[in-house]
């Protein structure tokens, strides 16, 4: 079993609807969760981290995570062709040295 | 402005090359990372550092070597540069501490060994 798991997609999605990401982590004792944002031949950028049980809203994103379930999700309303990219889901393992797991990514196309 | 600097974006060489990967960011940040990334593909950690003088190989065996001298430099080498080497490579920094361990990630280097 992978430490992190996403389903790799393409996730295809009319503009206008909800997009939901989905990622589910092996770790008990994580604590920290981030999403990435990739755009074909583009470095990763974070566009969400989330911390505590619960939903945190910025804009567009939802991040919604539930550490009894060891699951972590990524919504994205009012989906634009923009937002066509590969989103990654890391964890933050506990102990050691901190290292950030990141999940393979879920490809999300929106069509007009 | 607080960023991630990754030089040269694209470089093409030739086998048996020495190349050096540049990296620097005016984050303030301890931590840095080399992630290495096929096209397509997962990240895979090949570096990292927690501060000047300290330096780990990450999951992904790899031939290249990395150094910190300065906090705000990590520079990635290698010593002969192999078809197989031919990937991108991308450079991240975060803060020390957890949990706000979020990494910011440079432009990345896309590197074809001929």
């Known amino acids: 079993q992978k430490e992190v798991e996403q389903n790799s997609g393409p996730l295809s999605v009319p503009e206008g609807a909800i997009a939901s990401l989905n990622c589910t982590y092996s770790?008990?004792?994580?604590?920290?969760f981030f999403w990435y944002r990739q755009y074909s031949g583009k470095s990763p950028e974070l566009i969400m981290s989330i911390y505590s049980n619960g939903d945190k809203e910025d804009g567009r994103f939802t991040a919604q995570l539930n550490k009894a379930s060891q699951y972590v999700s990524l919504l994205i309303r009012d989906s634009q062709p923009s937002d066509s990219a590969t989103y990654l889901c890391?964890?933050?393992?506990?102990?050691?040295?901190?290292?950030?797991?990141f999940g393979a990514g879920t490809r999300l196309a929106v069509h007009p | 402005e607080a960023d991630i600097y990754q030089t040269p974006r694209y470089l093409v060489i030739g086998t048996g090359k020495k190349i050096t990967l540049e990296c620097s960011q005016t984050?303030?940040?301890?931590?840095m990372y080399w992630y290495q990334q096929d096209p397509g593909m997962e990240l895979h950690l090949i570096h990292y550092s927690y501060g000047v003088n300290s330096t780990e190989k990450g999951d992904l065996s790899s031939e290249s070597t990395v150094s910190r001298i300065r906090t705000e430099h990590f520079p990635l080498t290698l010593e002969s540069a192999r078809p197989s080497h031919t990937s991108q490579y991308l450079c991240?920094?975060?803060?020390?501490?957890?949990?706000?361990?979020?990494?910011?990630f440079g432009p990345g280097t896309r590197l074809t060994v001929l």
């Open positions: 991240a920094s975060s803060e020390a501490y957890p949990p706000r361990n979020e990494q910011f």
């Open positions: 770790d008990r004792g994580s604590q920290s």
């Open positions: 984050m303030g940040h301890d931590k």
């Open positions: 890391a964890v933050l393992i506990s102990g050691g040295y901190n290292k950030l797991i």
